[in-house]
């Protein structure tokens, strides 16, 4: 019965006309090849176990253990292994329409992501900035020259990696965006840039892409957003 209560709930967002369909809807219809070893009936147990507050884990088709984390009307994060998850996010575009960014992280132990965007019917969206990130991001270059690390390129290489990790909340369109270099580098390596570092960045969806903003980064409280 609660499946078929949540199979109706599902079709109200999939009237025609309707600018937007809830995030459960697109968990439902996510792609075989971008979501592999979950059917569409697993999917809606999951939810449906989220929902009566169980724990919503289940053993997925190709053997690997799932559990959906986090649910809302906008956001939802699956993890899909023990070293990886998968984020979906509704974002509004300017036009009043929103469109789906998916953000997949695998930890190895590096934390790595990718983010895609996609409409609501899991077309693939090209035209929107992406995060464009590098050393400078994350390092004071002031500090580093302070602490004779001006020449030293290597931290610089690594960055540019790309060893980044994004998180996604519900009730906000900001896209937390962590560096993993300490993590790749290990403690003892990294101990000399802790002081120039700055794990931790914002970005602001403007409608079009992701763009860094200082002011947003310094007046949130970073405590309650991981």
């Not at 329409?97 to 693939?124: G, H, M």
């Not at 970005?203 to 892409?209: A, P, S, V």
Request: with cysteine.
């Amino acid at each position: 019965m609660r499946k078929v209560v949540l199979l109706l709930l599902i079709t109200c967002f999939t009237v025609p006309g309707v600018w937007s369909r809830s995030v459960v809807e697109c968990f439902k219809d996510m792609p075989a090849d971008l979501l592999p070893g979950l059917n569409t009936a697993m999917k809606l147990d999951m939810v449906d176990f989220f929902n009566s507050g169980k724990t919503a884990r289940m053993l997925g088709l190709l053997g690997s253990e799932m559990e959906l984390k986090i649910l809302t009307e906008d956001y939802l994060m699956l993890q899909t292994s023990a070293a990886s998850n998968v984020q979906l996010k509704l974002l509004p575009l300017k036009n009043g329409s929103r469109i789906l960014a998916v953000v997949n992280t695998v930890k190895a132990p590096a934390a790595s992501s990718d983010l895609e965007f996609y409409n609501l019917d899991w077309q693939p969206i090209d035209t929107l900035a992406k995060p464009r990130l590098s050393a400078a991001s994350f390092l004071n270059q002031d500090c580093l020259q302070q602490k004779g690390h001006a020449q030293d390129m290597s931290v610089e290489e690594l960055n540019s990696l790309y060893f980044y990790e994004y998180n996604f909340q519900s009730g906000n369109n900001f896209l937390l965006v962590y560096s993993s270099l300490p993590d790749f580098l290990g403690e003892e390596a990294f101990a000399g840039y802790r002081d120039c570092f700055n794990q931790r960045l914002v970005l602001e969806w403007t409608g079009k892409g992701f763009l860094y903003s200082s002011s947003v980064t310094s007046s949130l409280n970073f405590s309650l957003l991981r």
